[in-house]
């Protein structure tokens, strides 16, 4: 079982790591040199480590929530100029990422294990919706609005993205809407509703944890 268990993250990594290769055309602008140093000039080989994700192997609780952990540049000072970016997303049964958008990276994201109802909408309003099983890819186009839903109500799902950008941003649709201070007036129109509807919606996503 344990041998099973390291091949499959071994495959995991493996397909992820394919992924990054094949998307690090795009998103970021060429550098001129290997890589871009930080300001104090010190690089040795921790420059190029990221620690971040041992937590994911270190036999810690599951999480209780949706869960993001994340590889950018904020994170990873050494992906500046190398166009490339990792997430980990972890799903509890019944969680979802909610629609959001990354204006400077497309999306390849690989299941680990579990199941996950993924989609996303194009710029004609088309929805293109698939169920993951762990193994698959399923790849969400630069800009667009899309989610990830674990219908699951027993069991987790585990997914890896990958992106060709090491700043891909992330547009949270909800938080965008309804967390930003757009007017009630100007939401209510927009959605063709009233004024305390938009007011329940805010105060829903403010009392959120």
């Known amino acids: 079982m344990a041998s099973r268990t390291s091949?499959?993250?071994?495959?995991?990594?493996?397909?992820?790591?394919?992924?990054?290769?094949?998307?690090?055309?795009?998103?970021d602008p060429d550098i001129i040199t290997d890589f871009i140093a930080p300001p104090n000039g010190t690089v040795d080989g921790n420059f190029f480590t990221y620690t971040g994700f041992r937590v994911l192997v270190g036999g810690g609780p599951p999480p209780t929530a949706?869960?993001?952990?994340?590889?950018?540049l904020a994170e990873f000072p050494s992906?500046?100029?190398q166009s490339v970016s990792y997430a980990v997303l972890q799903f509890p049964s019944g969680t979802t990422n909610p629609p959001h958008t990354h204006p400077r990276s497309a999306e390849l994201l690989f299941l680990v294990g579990g199941t996950l109802e993924?989609?996303?909408?194009?710029?004609?309003?088309?929805?293109?919706?698939?169920t993951l099983q762990a193994g698959d890819l399923f790849?969400?186009?630069k800009?667009?609005?899309?989610?990830?839903y674990n219908a699951d109500s027993?069991?987790?799902?585990?997914?890896?993205?990958?992106?060709?950008?090491?700043?891909?941003?992330?547009?949270?649709i909800p938080s965008t809407l309804f967390a930003t201070g757009i007017d009630d007036n100007v939401?209510?129109?927009s959605f063709k509703t009233d004024v305390a509807t938009i007011q329940k919606l805010k105060a829903g996503l403010a009392a959120k944890p």
């Open 118 to 130: 993924v989609g996303f909408v194009d710029t004609k309003n088309n929805l293109f919706t698939q």
């Open 154 to 172: 027993q069991n987790p799902a585990l997914a890896i993205s990958a992106f060709g950008s090491a700043n891909a941003g992330t547009v949270s």
């Open 187 to 189: 939401l209510a129109i």
């Open 143 to 148: 800009g667009l609005a899309h989610f990830q």
């Open 79 to 81: 992906l500046n100029g």
């Open 66 to 72: 949706f869960k993001v952990l994340k590889a950018t």
């Open 139 to 141: 790849v969400f186009p």
């Open 7 to 27: 091949s499959l993250k071994f495959f995991s990594l493996l397909i992820c790591s394919i992924a990054i290769v094949q998307m690090a055309t795009a998103g």
